[in-house]
């Protein structure tokens, strides 16, 4: 795969080996009948793996992964003044999707 959104090109080769996917020489999944399992690589640590399971419906499409891996991280655009510019850093084009929000602009006036 070529990345070509930054400059110089980026190029990602993949390489399947049967249920084994690398990235760049490096193991990113194996692949088994109920889901996957994956390397969770730590400096420092011995690589662990973290088994998902894969959910399907009646036709064989996947509705959802099921992790053994947590993450607590919490991703809120709360729109408020005071975090906008980390809200614009981790979300894209808030600033366009909040143009006719009259929400924001209520709060940037000290309104709601």
Same mark, same amino acid.
């Given at each position: 795969m070529i990345d070509i959104s930054v400059t110089p090109a980026d190029t990602t080769v993949s390489d399947y080996d049967g249920m084994f996917l690398y990235k760049k020489d490096t193991l990113q999944y194996i692949s088994h009948e109920e889901g996957r399992i994956r390397p969770v690589y730590d400096s420092g640590i011995a690589v662990r793996y973290a088994w998902d399971y894969f959910e399907k419906?009646?036709?064989?499409?996947t509705r959802i992964a099921?992790?053994?891996?947590?993450? @607590?991280?919490?991703? +809120?655009?709360?729109?408020? @003044?005071?975090?906008? +510019?980390?809200?614009?850093?981790?979300f894209a084009d808030i600033d366009k999707s909040d143009s006719g929000c009259k929400c924001r602009k209520k709060w940037r006036k000290g309104g709601m």
């Open positions: 419906d009646h036709l064989g499409n099921l992790g053994m891996q947590t993450d @607590t991280s919490v991703y +809120a655009a709360t729109m408020e @003044t005071a975090k906008g +510019a980390y809200e614009n850093a981790i």
